[in-house]
């Protein structure tokens, strides 16, 4: 690698590792992770710093958002300037991956609803869709558990799946966690590499830049890698049918999003589009995936909208908030269509996405007054301001 790339990757190596030492500031204050003297002191002092100093804690968090995206910039821009190359991006991706793995998921408490899932499973012969860790109330884990009182939204595909990482944490808690990072860590790699191989099927001369774009975005390392939401995995089934369609693979293109919707429902919203370009004669790869993110576009304003009941739960759940690994249902398609202005805006969404936790780590919670307004201000302002930016460009345009 060249000298600029050493100074790209240890710059990322010290951002990331940063916001690793953060994450254990929020660190439940009723879950030990380690009996060892050292790590408990360690734990105790950030802890110090997440509960205790909330103010300068966000500060640090969002100084982090604004260097990591900062970088993140300056290696799209110098991709396109063919300063960087596949193997600084190769080394890059799995680095960042890596160490992020062992950060604490700070800012969701999902990861902690797959493990007990699966536990459920596992220890307790029970089924999670008719049973909640509620149900377990002599379990040490309820002490820092969020969300007891619902049973498991998510497809049996998911639940199968997360026996895995669940069967090579022995029980234990720690190594449960860390098991589950690394299993759901996975995907986002894998996620890469698809994006990756399908650019080099229908974009060439875009295959590095859409791939990092995908790879390198804070947003979606901090959602896919520390806070670990299954919806990389989902990811994984719709890139994997489009790349199963470009390589002319329909019936395994099929059965990626059969499997992805017995993940989450999602993916079986773009069947049909699958169904055009694998019964037609002129096969369009890019218009699969122009209507197939038109589509999860739509979706995810109706679901951060209005109360939509999810399937494979008994009494069904509602979401009426935009949340930030919701992205992982658009971007990914993002990073496949070369348009200038189309990943500007992916950018500044995604950026606004990772600011709308500051309520919450300044505060302790999302109660307090004007979050909802915070949140909505944090994610649409940077949109706003870059599309009306274009529009203006564009206008000039037409002038001269």
């Known amino acids: 690698m060249s000298r600029l790339e050493r100074i790209l990757l240890l710059t990322g190596v010290i951002l990331y590792g940063l916001l690793v030492v953060l994450s254990y500031s929020y660190v ?7 009996q ?29 958002i604004i260097f990591t995206f900062s970088i993140f910039i300056l290696n799209l821009y110098l991709i396109y300037k063919r300063k960087i190359r596949l193997k600084y991006l190769v080394f890059s991706t799995i680095l960042n991956t890596l160490i992020l793995i062992f950060a604490y998921p700070f800012l969701s408490h999902d990861l902690f609803n797959y493990m007990f899932d699966a536990k459920i ?29 619902r ?29 589950f990072k690394v299993f759901i860590g996975i995907f986002h790699l894998i996620n890469s590499y698809l994006i990756f191989k399908i650019l080099g099927k229908i974009k060439p001369d875009y295959q590095l830049f859409g791939t990092a774009f995908y790879a390198l975005n804070p947003t979606l390392l901090i959602e896919g890698v520390v806070n670990a939401h299954n919806d990389v995995v989902l990811a994984s089934f719709i890139l994997a049918s489009i790349y199963f369609l470009a390589f002319n693979k329909k019936i395994l293109s099929y059965a990626a999003i059969i499997s992805g919707s017995l993940i989450k429902y999602i993916p079986i919203l773009i069947v049909g589009w699958l169904f055009r370009e694998s019964t037609t004669d002129k096969k369009n790869i890019e218009r699969y995936i122009k209507w197939s993110l038109a589509t999860m576009i739509v979706f995810t304003y109706l679901f951060s ?4 009941s999810v399937p494979f739960v008994s009494a069904g759940a509602t979401q009426v908030q935009f949340q ?10 993002i990073a496949l269509i070369p348009g200038k202005n189309l990943l500007i805006l992916g950018t500044a969404i995604c950026f606004g996405a990772s600011l709308r936790y500051l309520p919450f780590l300044y505060y302790g919670d999302w109660s307090h007054a004007d979050t909802i307004q915070f949140m909505q201000i944090v994610l649409f302002l940077p949109l706003t301001l870059i599309a009306f930016s274009v529009l203006i460009n564009k206008l000039s345009f037409f002038r001269k």
Do not use: C
């Open 28 to 34: 439940d204050l009723n879950l030990t992770l380690s």
């Open 36 to 64: 060892n003297h050292t790590v408990v002191n360690f734990i105790s002092s950030m802890q110090q710093l997440g509960y205790y100093h909330r103010p300068v804690a966000t500060l640090i968090f969002v100084m982090l």
């Open 121 to 149: 499973i596992l220890n307790y012969h029970a089924n999670p869709y008719t049973h909640r860790p509620l149900d377990f109330p002599n379990d040490e884990w309820l002490r820092f558990m969020h969300w007891v009182h």
């Open 151 to 179: 049973y498991s939204p998510y497809g049996p595909l998911w639940l199968g799946g997360s026996l895995l990482p669940a069967s090579l944490g022995f029980g234990k808690f720690l190594l449960n966690l860390l098991t």
């Open 305 to 308: 909208s209005f109360k939509i």
């Open 324 to 333: 930030a690994w919701y992205l992982f249902w658009t971007i990914p398609i």
